[in-house]
């Protein structure tokens, strides 16, 4: 019921528009640019049927390994250009500030329209569409799409997505919605392993290094219930690691015994600090993140923090605690 009614709303809004716009939210991970360019090679392939005259994707700049995706070299970079749409597709943003740049198309639009999975989601557009059960942007975007209109490369696109936003389908967030949406990918004829080595485990050298030095400099507090570890400019420049080079540490530092939350920080400004909060299920990230201006899923989210990592660290752990002592409900 809730996918026809969803498809429908999402349909008239195309039909009535003559140019649209999709974007993602800053630095944009697979699910961000998965569901991008799955979306994207839709609505160009039905272009006539839609009748609309243009469709743009915006999107920060990706890692390389993205680059596997059709369309990806098709995303404009940077919101320059003067534009209004009648229809602007936000897609894996759980609030407006988190477009970036591309801010001002959404400002500017006839109409905008909010599909996405995050449980903080400020349903910020004309039209939401917000599934907080499903594992992932791409996958919500799956349920839109008529399945014969699926091609192998729209397929590749949501599956990258699937699998960035599950962690290769370990993370609890994976139902067997999502087992079978991915089964019905690959029935599409992708390269199921190459995705997945390509954009999901292949690191570069520097990127093991970060991770290594990273996984070193880390911290056990609260009788090991909480792991730490930060990186600043300086370290990074050491390095020459780019902020796209320090995905996946924070999941690594997850899977150390005995943890219930990691928390990963990188320095975006000086004394200015984007973190990443992942949890084994006892703590809820997300509420955390929500209170410090952040967002994201109940055991993935984030947010950005001033000050040195130490005393982001000390504004950090009484949250943290408290939901672990039951103070606080998770
Ligand atoms: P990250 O730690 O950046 O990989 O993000 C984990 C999850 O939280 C992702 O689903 C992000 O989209 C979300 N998230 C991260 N940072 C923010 C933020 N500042 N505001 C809202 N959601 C966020
Ligand atoms: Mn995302
Ligand atoms: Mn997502």
């Given at each position: 019921m809730r996918r026809v009614i969803a498809v429908e709303k999402i349909v008239e809004q195309i039909i009535n528009a003559r140019k649209i716009a999709i974007a993602g939210h800053i630095r944009p991970d697979g699910d961000c640019i998965g569901s991008c360019t799955a979306l994207y090679q839709y609505l160009k392939r039905n272009q006539n049927r839609f009748g609309f005259e243009k469709v743009d994707m915006y999107l920060e700049p990706f890692s390389n390994e993205f680059r596997i995706l059709n369309a990806t070299d098709e995303a404009s970079h940077n919101c320059q250009v003067d534009e209004i749409y009648d229809l602007f597709i936000s897609l894996d943003c759980a609030s407006v500030d988190r477009l970036g740049n591309a801010i001002k198309y959404f400002n500017s639009a006839r109409k905008t329209l909010n599909i996405d999975h995050h449980i903080s989601n400020t349903n910020f557009a004309d039209v939401n569409h917000v599934v907080a059960d499903a594992s992932s942007t791409s996958e919500v975007v799956f349920t839109l799409l008529e399945e014969e209109e699926i091609t192998k490369e729209i397929a590749s696109s949501l599956y990258v997505g699937i699998i960035h936003d599950t962690g290769v389908f370990k993370h609890s967030n994976t139902t067997e919605k999502t087992m079978n949406i991915a089964g019905k990918l690959i029935s599409k004829g992708i390269d199921s392993s190459r995705l997945i080595n390509d954009t999901f485990y292949a690191k570069t050298y520097i990127q093991n290094q970060v991770l290594g030095r990273c996984l070193m400099e880390s911290d056990l507090i609260l009788d090991g219930k909480i792991i730490v570890s930060s990186i600043n400019r300086k370290t990074m420049e050491l390095y020459q690691a780019?902020?796209?080079?320090?995905?996946g540490i924070v999941d690594q530092l997850r899977v150390t015994k005995g943890v219930e939350v990691a928390i990963f920080m990188y320095e975006t400004n000086e004394n200015e600090f984007k973190i990443s909060m992942r949890s084994n299920g006892k703590v809820n990230v997300s509420k955390i993140a929500i209170h410090f201006g952040g967002g994201g899923h109940v055991q993935a989210a984030g947010c950005t923090m001033n000050g040195l990592p130490t005393d982001i660290l000390n504004n950090l752990t009484p949250h943290i605690e408290a939901q672990l002592n039951g103070n606080v409900k998770p």
């Open positions: 780019a902020t796209t080079d320090l995905e």
